[in-house]
Nanobody, 124 residues
Framework: QMQLAESGGRSVQAGESLRLSCAASKRPFSAWTIGWFRQVSGKEREFTAAIVWGDGSTYYTDSVKGRFTISRDSVENTVYLQMHNLKPEDTAVYYC?????????????????WGQGTQVTVSS
């Protein structure tokens, strides 16, 4: 069983930066993937970024490449999502999730454990 807790979401202006944190209740195994998804009310949860715990491989959806960076702290068992040059279309509830593998990184059904989410609002 894995518990995840997101934090760091708040309201910002377009162009500003924000860092989200995802604290895991225990250290993920090397093969595990920690992902960030975001969801706008009435829409499906959208893959944003992911990191493989063991080797640090990272994956991003096209719309955030060059603006968002996912990283991990192996001591604190925490994954971060650093977001730069935020846009109004980045407004969403951001969720982190954990998967015991890396076979379905970009889809929500590939993840078994989810946090409660943190709201990010970007105003123009």
């Amino acid at each position: 069983q894995m518990q995840l807790a997101e934090s760091g979401g708040r309201s910002v202006q377009a162009g500003e930066s924000l860092r989200l944190s995802c604290a895991a209740s225990k250290r993920p195994f090397s093969a595990w993937t920690i992902g960030w998804f975001r969801q706008v009310s009435g829409k499906e949860r959208e893959f944003t970024a992911a990191i493989v715990w063991g080797d640090g491989s990272t994956y991003y959806t096209d719309s955030v490449k060059g603006r968002f960076t996912i990283s991990r702290d192996s001591v604190e068992n925490t994954v971060y999502l650093q977001m730069h040059n935020l846009k109004p279309e980045d407004t969403a509830v951001y969720y982190c999730a954990a998967s015991p593998g890396a076979q379905a990184i970009g889809v929500a059904w590939g993840y078994d454990w989810w946090g409660q989410g943190t709201q990010v609002t970007v105003s123009s």
